[in-house]
Protein backbone atom coordinates (compact mmCIF):
# COMPACT_ATOMS: atom_id res chain seq x y z
CA UNK A 1 0.00 0.00 0.00
CA UNK A 2 1.42 3.40 -1.08
CA UNK A 3 0.17 6.40 0.98
CA UNK A 4 2.68 8.64 1.09
CA UNK A 5 2.53 8.41 4.81
CA UNK A 6 5.52 7.83 7.03
CA UNK A 7 4.56 5.65 10.16
CA UNK A 8 6.39 3.71 12.82
CA UNK A 9 4.81 0.16 14.11
CA UNK A 10 5.50 -0.46 18.03
CA UNK A 11 6.18 -4.07 19.75
CA UNK A 12 2.47 -4.94 19.79
CA UNK A 13 1.84 -4.34 16.02
CA UNK A 14 0.07 -1.22 16.21
CA UNK A 15 0.88 1.98 13.19
CA UNK A 16 1.68 5.64 14.42
CA UNK A 17 1.67 8.17 11.57
CA UNK A 18 4.70 10.64 11.95
CA UNK A 19 4.63 12.61 8.56
CA UNK A 20 4.12 12.20 5.20
CA UNK A 21 7.09 10.91 2.81
CA UNK A 22 7.13 14.24 0.97
CA UNK A 23 7.22 16.63 3.94
CA UNK A 24 10.23 14.48 5.45
CA UNK A 25 13.51 17.29 5.89
CA UNK A 26 16.94 16.46 5.11
CA UNK A 27 19.07 18.39 6.88
CA UNK A 28 22.87 17.27 6.81
CA UNK A 29 22.17 13.42 6.39
CA UNK A 30 19.68 13.00 9.24
CA UNK A 31 15.92 12.87 8.40
CA UNK A 32 13.84 15.29 9.80
CA UNK A 33 10.08 14.69 10.02
CA UNK A 34 8.04 18.02 10.22
CA UNK A 35 5.28 16.50 12.23
CA UNK A 36 7.41 15.54 15.17
CA UNK A 37 8.65 19.44 15.33
CA UNK A 38 4.89 20.65 15.17
CA UNK A 39 4.07 18.52 17.68
CA UNK A 40 6.42 19.52 20.23
CA UNK A 41 5.96 23.15 19.80
CA UNK A 42 2.35 22.50 20.14
CA UNK A 43 2.91 22.35 23.92
CA UNK A 44 4.49 25.75 23.81
CA UNK A 45 2.34 27.98 25.92
CA UNK A 46 1.97 30.73 23.80
CA UNK A 47 2.07 28.38 20.17
CA UNK A 48 -1.73 28.40 18.46
CA UNK A 49 -0.84 26.33 15.69
CA UNK A 50 2.77 25.42 13.90
CA UNK A 51 3.89 23.95 10.26
CA UNK A 52 7.54 23.01 9.81
CA UNK A 53 8.94 22.91 6.59
CA UNK A 54 12.77 22.36 4.54
CA UNK A 55 14.10 25.52 2.90
CA UNK A 56 17.43 25.30 1.03
CA UNK A 57 20.91 25.37 2.45
CA UNK A 58 24.45 24.98 1.16
CA UNK A 59 25.98 23.63 3.74
CA UNK A 60 23.51 20.68 4.87
CA UNK A 61 21.29 20.63 1.90
CA UNK A 62 18.33 21.56 3.99
CA UNK A 63 17.41 23.97 7.37
CA UNK A 64 13.89 23.61 9.65
CA UNK A 65 12.13 26.36 9.13
CA UNK A 66 8.60 27.12 12.03
CA UNK A 67 6.18 29.00 10.66
CA UNK A 68 4.28 29.56 14.01
CA UNK A 69 0.61 31.52 15.21
CA UNK A 70 0.74 32.21 18.32
CA UNK A 71 -2.16 33.00 21.12
CA UNK A 72 -4.50 35.76 20.76
CA UNK A 73 -2.59 38.45 22.33
CA UNK A 74 0.65 36.71 23.08
CA UNK A 75 4.27 37.85 21.54
CA UNK A 76 7.29 35.45 21.16
CA UNK A 77 10.83 36.04 19.61
CA UNK A 78 12.76 33.99 18.03
CA UNK A 79 15.30 33.50 20.61
CA UNK A 80 12.81 32.16 23.27
CA UNK A 81 10.57 29.86 20.70
CA UNK A 82 14.39 28.47 20.01
CA UNK A 83 15.31 28.36 23.93
CA UNK A 84 12.23 26.52 24.52
CA UNK A 85 13.55 23.95 22.15
CA UNK A 86 16.94 23.31 23.21
CA UNK A 87 18.01 20.44 25.64
CA UNK A 88 14.03 19.29 24.64
CA UNK A 89 14.45 17.63 21.22
CA UNK A 90 17.76 17.29 18.77
CA UNK A 91 19.74 20.07 18.38
CA UNK A 92 19.70 19.38 14.73
CA UNK A 93 15.64 19.48 14.83
CA UNK A 94 15.53 23.37 16.89
CA UNK A 95 14.24 25.10 13.68
CA UNK A 96 17.15 27.74 12.48
CA UNK A 97 14.48 29.99 11.14
CA UNK A 98 11.26 30.78 12.72
CA UNK A 99 8.40 32.82 10.57
CA UNK A 100 5.95 34.67 12.83
CA UNK A 101 2.66 34.93 10.77
CA UNK A 102 -1.41 35.08 11.07
CA UNK A 103 -2.39 32.58 8.55
CA UNK A 104 -0.55 29.71 6.53
CA UNK A 105 -1.20 29.30 2.65
CA UNK A 106 -4.05 27.27 2.03
CA UNK A 107 -5.82 24.98 -0.96
CA UNK A 108 -9.42 25.88 -1.20
CA UNK A 109 -10.18 22.22 0.79
CA UNK A 110 -8.42 23.45 3.89
CA UNK A 111 -5.08 22.10 3.79
CA UNK A 112 -1.93 23.65 4.34
CA UNK A 113 0.17 24.78 1.19
CA UNK A 114 3.74 23.45 2.66
CA UNK A 115 5.11 23.84 -1.31
CA UNK A 116 3.57 27.71 -1.58
CA UNK A 117 5.56 28.22 2.37
CA UNK A 118 8.84 27.16 1.22
CA UNK A 119 8.81 29.72 -2.09
CA UNK A 120 7.83 32.49 0.03
CA UNK A 121 10.34 31.47 2.48
CA UNK A 122 13.05 30.85 0.11
CA UNK A 123 11.83 34.51 -1.25
CA UNK A 124 12.03 36.09 2.13
CA UNK A 125 15.40 34.69 3.31
CA UNK A 126 16.91 35.04 0.17
CA UNK A 127 17.72 31.33 -0.31
CA UNK A 128 17.41 31.27 -4.29
CA UNK A 129 20.96 30.56 -4.67
CA UNK A 130 20.64 27.95 -2.15
CA UNK A 131 18.09 26.56 -3.61
CA UNK A 132 19.60 26.36 -7.18
CA UNK A 133 22.53 24.07 -5.69
CA UNK A 134 20.01 22.25 -4.40
CA UNK A 135 18.02 21.38 -7.09
CA UNK A 136 21.02 20.77 -9.59
Given at each position: ?5 L ?5 E ?19 V??R ?34 L ?6 T ?28 M?V ?20 Q ?5 T?
Amino acid sequence: MHTGDLATMDEEGYFKIVGRIKDMVIRGGENVYPREIEEFLYSHPKVSDVQVIGVPDPKFGEEIMAWVKLKEGETATEEEIKEFCRDQIAHFKIPRYIKFTNEFPMTVTGKVRKVEMRAISIKELNLEQADEIETA
